[in-house]
């Protein structure tokens, strides 16, 4: 049996969501699966870089697939098991941070922002 790199804790199965209204409004069911830690150390990207800080991810059940939101850039991952949308995300994040080096220059300031954060994140 594999070992995951990613810690995954449930949100309360206490807590009852009435997502009604937003499936009404959007067509698409989200249920709250639980917080997801990718712990300091994890390899990121084709940069040989890594997370510097553990990362806290919200973890979402959209239909049949799972997403990884972080909330300390506008990013996400999508996958269909949490392992598979965690990695995605570790993925996205270090992408967008290569995307925002090479735009550096022309940046506006939440992108500018974001680099800040990414660069504190993960290298």
Excluded at 15 to 27: F, I, K, M, S
Excluded at 87 to 95: F, G, K, N, Q
Excluded at 110 to 116: F, G, I, Q, V
């Amino acid at each position: 049996m594999a070992t995951s790199k990613y810690f995954v804790t449930p949100f309360s199965e206490n807590v009852q969501h009435d997502l009604t209204p937003y499936v009404e409004l959007c067509g698409t069911h989200t249920m709250g699966v639980g917080i997801a830690l990718v712990p300091q150390g994890t390899p990121v990207g084709r940069e040989s870089w890594e997370i510097k800080q553990d990362l806290v991810t919200e973890l979402r059940l959209e239909g049949s697939n799972y997403i990884a939101l972080s909330h300390d850039v506008s990013e996400y991952g999508i996958g269909e098991t949490e392992q598979d949308a965690l990695s995605d995300l570790v993925t996205s994040l270090a992408d967008y941070r290569a995307s925002l080096e090479r735009r550096e220059a022309t940046l506006a300031t939440r992108e500018k922002n974001d680099l800040s954060r990414l660069k504190e994140l993960i290298g």
